[in-house]
Nanobody, 129 residues
Framework: QVQLVEAGGGLVQAGGSLRLSCAAS????????MGWFRQAPSKEREFVAA????????NYGDSVKGRFTISGDYGKKTVYLQMNSLNTEDTTVYYC??????????????????????WGQGTQVTVSS
């Protein structure tokens, strides 16, 4: 069983920054791809960023490219999402997700929600104007 615990959400002014974290427990950390998604009320879950912890490959959603950075700390088994230049459209709940590979995987991390196996509880990010 994999557990994902998110932290770091909160209230920030437009133009500010926040860093989200997702601590993973369970299997070998480097066998994961970890992703961040967000979902506003009445909207589909949107891909934000993902990292393949085996290959280092990264993907970003178009709406966050150049502003958000995903990274992993193998010692802490934690993935971070550094969010800069936040705007009001970034306000929503952010979710961490994991996909485990039985064998080492070199491909880029997936960007579809259906590709991920486990999800965190979500953390609220609110950007005020």
């Amino acid at each position: 069983q994999v557990q994902l615990v998110e932290a770091g959400g909160g209230l920030v002014q437009a133009g500010g920054s926040l860093r989200l974290s997702c601590a993973a427990s369970g299997r070998t950390f480097s066998r994961y791809s970890m992703g961040w998604f967000r979902q506003a009320p009445s909207k589909e879950r949107e891909f934000v960023a993902a990292i393949n912890l085996n290959s280092g490959g990264i993907n970003y959603g178009d709406s966050v490219k150049g502003r958000f950075t995903i990274s992993g700390d193998y010692g802490k088994k934690t993935v971070y999402l550094q969010m800069n230049s936040l705007n009001t459209e970034d306000t929503t709940v952010y979710y961490c997700a994991s996909k485990y590979y039985v064998l080492p995987e070199a491909r880029a991390p997936p960007i579809q929600t259906s590709d991920y196996d486990y999800w965190g509880q979500g953390t609220q990010v609110t950007v005020s104007s």
